[in-house]
């Protein structure tokens, strides 16, 4: 047993006997931020603020690119909201031609991994498939729109937006970024410890 913290394994990392999946990039990482950043409880300084996530992302971008150790940055959103965007009125039809088309693509994509196995009307596997999967696909999505009895009849894309975005970034860095990002003009938010 390793005496020294630092010789621990991480947790989520393999080997530790975590079963937190991996994150983007491969990289594990933990519900409440255990792989660094401001719930790490290593001191950490907001260096900018942004109003819009394109913005910090092209801030840390920036620090990435004049060889900044980003690893010890975080961008964190607050004042989260879910916004949802309705696009239309669901009826059956409606959802029977979306099945359709997602069992088309399904029907398409079966006919394909079956036609490797022929030598002849390969064309008439994939056709099949195409065909079945748009009936299947149909029927199962008229099918799921009309037990919801009328609850919800109507299309949305939802996303989770922030009121703004915080350049966070480890203490022991924290003048190295912002002395890059004054660099670019942008302003740091003057919130820091």
Known sequence: MPSNPADRPA??????????PAGPAGVPSAPGGSMG???????????????DYESAQRAVDYLSDN????????????????VEKVLGRLTTARAALAGAGTGAWFGLLI?????????????????TGLII???????????????????RDFASRSEIQAGT??????????????????RLGWQASGVGG
């Open 11 to 20: 947790p989520g990392v393999p080997g530790s006997g975590s079963n937190i």
């Open 165 to 182: 975005y915080a350049v966070v970034v480890d203490d022991d860095y924290a003048e190295q970024a912002r002395q890059l990002l004054g």
């Open 133 to 151: 999967g748009a009936l299947w696909g149909a029927a199962f999505g008229a099918i799921a729109h009309a037990m919801t009895g009328g609850r």
């Open 37 to 51: 950043g401001p719930s790490s409880g290593r001191p950490t300084v907001t260096v900018a603020s942004f109003p």
């Open 67 to 82: 060889q900044f150790p980003v690893e010890h940055t975080t961008i964190v959103g607050t004042d989260l909201r879910l």
């Open 111 to 127: 006919g394909l991994l079956l036609s490797i196995f022929t030598v002849s009307a390969w064309w008439a596997l994939l056709l």
